[in-house]
Structures are given as structure tokens and as C-alpha cells.
């Protein structure tokens, strides 16, 4: 099956730095999502896109739906220490019923 | 508590003795789906069902059974585990599969098939 290709694969940044990370696809979606995975738990839902070109936040997240819509955008401003974990971004068709197609994951580390 | 409810959360067995991991939501939601979660690969998905007695493959099915005889339990089965299925597995669901939905994901097992 097809995956999607995040990147970057970690990050170790400080504390009140912003963060930047990307989702690519050889093919087009119509809904990108970006969920989040604190250790030991499941992924929870951050951002929902559903029209190439979106911009939507989430407190200090921000997200977009590239315009070929085979990318999206996770930004996260003065990141903190919860802030530590795993995004996933998800890529879905419409009509595919629910399938999502995850991507590789971006490891997500924040120092004091 | 709307939740999905995953056991055991950590499992180590040995090669070939089958095992069943449970998974349960209490929200009525009529879509479930497996997940298994790999370094490197993130998470893809094994079998999904849209409603009872309705089940279907998703991109990783070899070595795994499904059954949904009842609207919120959906387990999986491994007749025959081989180490390369050793992983941590999610169990998810949403009200009906449609785009808009928000898929809800247990907190996992960890398998380790030795």
C-alpha cells in the first residue's frame, strides 16, 4: 500500500523554538489530518484540511493542505515540553470510506 | 468515558501459538479498524469493518484474522504468529467511516513474538 513521506523523520529542538515538518504524496487527497502520539498512548486527532489551500489552527498549531494537494504543513509555535511525541500526518480519499494512509511519523523532542 | 479499549497492553508469546488481542468501544460507532505501528513505517492498517459481519483487508493483512459478530468488539486474531509480527498494534474507530469523522484510536499492545 501506498505511504506518505514525512519529514523530518526526528527533531530535538529547545523549548520556545517553532517547529516545522512536511508530508509528501505521489498522489492527491482530498482530506489531510495530523494526529499526535504521546508515549505510550494512541494517536489523537490535531488538525482536520479538507480544501487544497486551507490554512487551519489549532492554538499553537498550524496546519495546511498543499494547493497540488499531494503535501501538507504541521507548524508548531513555542513549542513546549507536552509538546513531546509522534505526528503522524493521515492522508484520505473521498469515497474510500475512511481509509487513511499514514505517513512515516516526525519524532518530535524538546529540551529545556 | 467515550473510549476504545484495547488487551492485553503488552503481550509476549512464541512462534505459532495462536493469540487474540481484544479491542472494544463504547461508542456505538459502527467503522473499527487495525492498525500495527512500525519504526519507520507508521502506522498501517490490517483489517477494517464498516458494520457487523462486514469486514475487509486493508494494506498489511497476511498472518491476521478479523471477526465483528457484535457492533462494538472487534478482535484480532493471529493463528500462527511469526516474529515479523512483532509490533505495536491500534485498534481505532468512528462513527460511520466517512471523511468528516474523527477516527479514535486505543492506547495500543505491544507484541512480541519470540
Known amino acids: 500500500g501506498q505511504q506518505l513521506n514525512q519529514s523530518p523523520q526526528s527533531m530535538f529542538i529547545q523549548e520556545g523554538e517553532d517547529v516545522s515538518m512536511n508530508c509528501t504524496s505521489s498522489?492527491?487527497?482530498?482530506?489531510w489530518l495530523w494526529y499526535k502520539q504521546d508515549p505510550g498512548e494512541g494517536p489523537v486527532l490535531l488538525i482536520a484540511?479538507?480544501?487544497?489551500?486551507e490554512l487551519t489552527s489549532n492554538g499553537r498549531l498550524t496546519a495546511q493542505f498543499g494547493i497540488t494537494r499531494k503535501d501538507s504543513f504541521l507548524n508548531i509555535s513555542a513549542s513546549i515540553p507536552s509538546d513531546v511525541g509522534i505526528y503522524f500526518c493521515?492522508?484520505?480519499?473521498?469515497?474510500?470510506?475512511?481509509?487513511?494512509?499514514f505517513g512515516t511519523g516526525t519524532r518530535l523532542q524538546v529540551t529545556l | 468515558e467515550a473510549q476504545v479499549t484495547q488487551n492485553p497492553r503488552y503481550l509476549i508469546t512464541v512462534t505459532g501459538k495462536k493469540l487474540t488481542v481484544t479491542c472494544s468501544q463504547n461508542?456505538?460507532?459502527?467503522?473499527m479498524s487495525w492498525y500495527r505501528q512500525d519504526p519507520g513505517l507508521g502506522l498501517r492498517q490490517i483489517y477494517y469493518?464498516?458494520?457487523?459481519?462486514?469486514?475487509d483487508k486493508g494494506d498489511v493483512p497476511e498472518g491476521y484474522k478479523v471477526s465483528r459478530k457484535e457492533k462494538r468488539n472487534f478482535p484480532l486474531i493471529l493463528e500462527s504468529p511469526s516474529p515479523n509480527q512483532t509490533s505495536l498494534y491500534f485498534c481505532?474507530?468512528?462513527?460511520?467511516?466517512?471523511?468528516?469523522?474523527?477516527?479514535?484510536f486505543g492506547s495500543g499492545t505491544q507484541l512480541s513474538v519470540l
Open positions: 481505532a474507530s468512528s462513527l460511520f467511516g466517512s471523511r468528516n469523522e474523527k477516527l479514535f
Open positions: 498522489s492527491i487527497f482530498n482530506t
Open positions: 484540511l479538507y480544501k487544497a489551500g
Open positions: 493521515a492522508g484520505q480519499l473521498t469515497g474510500t470510506a475512511s481509509k487513511l494512509t
Open positions: 461508542m456505538n460507532h459502527e467503522y
Open positions: 469493518s464498516m458494520n457487523v459481519e462486514v469486514t
